[in-house]
T-cell receptor, first 114, second 114 residues
Framework: KTQVEQSPQSLVVRQGENCVLQCNYSVTPDNHLRWFKQDTGKGLVSLTVLVDQKDKTSNGRYSATLDKDAKHSTLHITATLLDDTATYICVVGDRGSALGRLHFGAGTQLIVIP | DMKVTQMPRYLIKRMGENVLLECGQDMSHETMYWYRQDPGLGLQLIYISYDVDSNSEGDIPKGYRVSRKKREHFSLILDSAKTNQTSVYFC?????????????FGKGTRLTVV
């Protein structure tokens, strides 16, 4: 059973527009949540990690929120660039140490057009 | 320079052949992982290694085995490859006690079994 659901599956935006990606999960316990960017044919690069019960992070044009009560996270990308075209993957960790497991969403494919 | 290196990047094998995928990291991380990524699915954990010769099965270990004789090196072996093992394989590493803040992925190996 999929424990991490991402929406939308895919998204097309024009360069300069903002977008929001959603992540809902049922993983318990939920120690932390991380967003990765995966360029086509490349590895996963961490964008941000959220840890607190209600958390917010900001990393340049990327900002993220986490609500552990709702088991929900969002990733906001502001003023999108063509280089933002990628798959964005939500990952929930059930522990802070490597003894835990990482639960991966299938990703949202973002395409930024001129 | 913090890096996870995977070799080879691309591989084509015939059904029944043996396959060796190699992964190295230069961060002295205790924990290393092998995942596979298939279209429409989140990454699935094949094996996890907590340190040299301390390996555990992940969620889909059948058809795979691993070897970790040095902390910086983790190998994935497919004995008698099958067509359903065609996939993209990712190696990752993290410090044992800070997996929630630090996890690094390689660029992946695309394996095709014909």
């Amino acid at each position: 059973k999929t424990q991490v659901e991402q929406s939308p599956q895919s998204l097309v935006v024009r360069q300069g527009e903002n977008c929001v990606l959603q992540c809902n999960y049922s993983v318990t316990p939920d120690n932390h949540l991380r967003w990765f960017k995966q360029d086509t044919g490349k590895g996963l690069v961490s964008l941000t990690v959220l840890v607190d019960q209600k958390d917010k992070t900001s990393n340049g044009r990327y900002s993220a929120t986490l609500d552990k009560d709702a088991k929900h996270s969002t990733l906001h990308i502001t003023a999108t660039l063509l280089d933002d075209t990628a798959t964005y993957i939500c990952v929930v960790g059930d522990r802070g140490s490597a003894l835990g497991r990482l639960h991966f969403g299938a990703g949202t494919q973002l395409i930024v057009i001129p | 320079d913090m890096k996870v290196t995977q070799m080879p990047r691309y591989l084509i094998k015939r059904m029944g052949e043996n396959v060796l995928l190699e992964c190295g990291q230069d961060m002295s991380h205790e924990t290393m992982y092998w995942y596979r990524q298939d279209p429409g699915l989140g990454l699935q954990l094949i094996y996890i290694s907590y340190d040299v010769d301390s390996n555990s099965e992940g969620d889909i270990p059948k058809g795979y085995r691993v070897s970790r004789k040095k902390r910086e090196h983790f190998s994935l072996i497919l004995d008698s490859a099958k067509t359903n093992q065609t996939s993209v394989y990712f190696c990752a590493s993290s410090p044992r006690d800070r997996a929630n803040t630090e996890v690094f992925f390689g660029k992946g190996t695309r394996l095709t079994v014909v």
